[in-house]
């Protein structure tokens, strides 16, 4: 097991880098504007759920199979930025009027966290993050390396609940307010949709 000392020190940069911008936090900080705080929090617990598959791929050593076959990792961003695109076409034709809690088409929660468990596992950018930054943490002698990197797994998961938790809870306390106006709800709305279609170009033109 890695000292206290090491988990401590690794969930201060777990929580800095959640804190960075990036999709997963700028996703679910639209999710919570769009459609209230509890829809947020459903995809946060989605997005971690991914963080768990991801975990557990790098820890039996399957995510350096992903990292060096390109046709793997062409496939998997084709799909996410696809994904990307259709979240970006259900934003552009959302419709106003109403609170996201009155919409008669509002989505169920297990909509919500399917919706974040798909956005995290079609990022092909953050099975390899795990990939190159889990390991530096690991210390020889400290235990079996696949327990220590399922730790440090589950550290970052417990940051990234922390991080994106609170980004839903603000957002979507703040976003209730705003999105009483219809015009404010069309802004939101188109300016979520071009977010996606921009990450979803980001995604598509991405490097391994």
């Known amino acids: 097991m890695p000292s206290f000392d090491t988990l401590l020190a690794f969930l201060g940069i777990a929580i800095l880098l959640g804190l960075a911008p990036g999709p997963d936090n700028l996703f679910v900080l639209l999710q919570s504007a769009m459609h209230g705080t509890r829809a947020g929090l459903t995809v946060v617990l989605g997005l971690c759920t991914g963080l ?10 399957l995510a350096a199979l992903l990292a060096a076959s390109a046709v793997a990792f062409t496939m998997l961003k084709i799909a996410g930025a696809l994904y990307l695109v259709w979240l970006a076409w259900q934003a552009f034709r959302a419709p106003v009027g109403a609170l996201p809690s009155q919409r008669p088409e509002a989505r169920p929660a297990s909509h919500m966290y399917w919706r974040g468990v798909v956005m995290n596992l079609t990022n092909p950018k953050v099975v390899i993050f795990f990939l190159a930054f889990l390991p530096q943490f690991v210390v020889t002698g400290r235990g079996h390396v696949a327990m ?20 839903a809870w603000f957002s979507g306390v703040f976003g209730r307010a705003l999105m009483r106006s219809a015009r404010v709800q ?23």
């Open 52 to 61: 768990l598959v991801h975990t557990a791929v790098v820890a039996v050593g």
């Open 148 to 167: 220590q990197l399922m730790v440090f797994g589950f550290v970052f998961i417990l940051a990234t609940l922390l991080v994106f938790g609170a980004i």
């Open 186 to 208: 069309r802004a939101v709305n188109w300016f979520a949709a071009t977010v996606f279609l921009a990450l979803a170009g980001r995604l598509a033109l991405s490097q391994r």
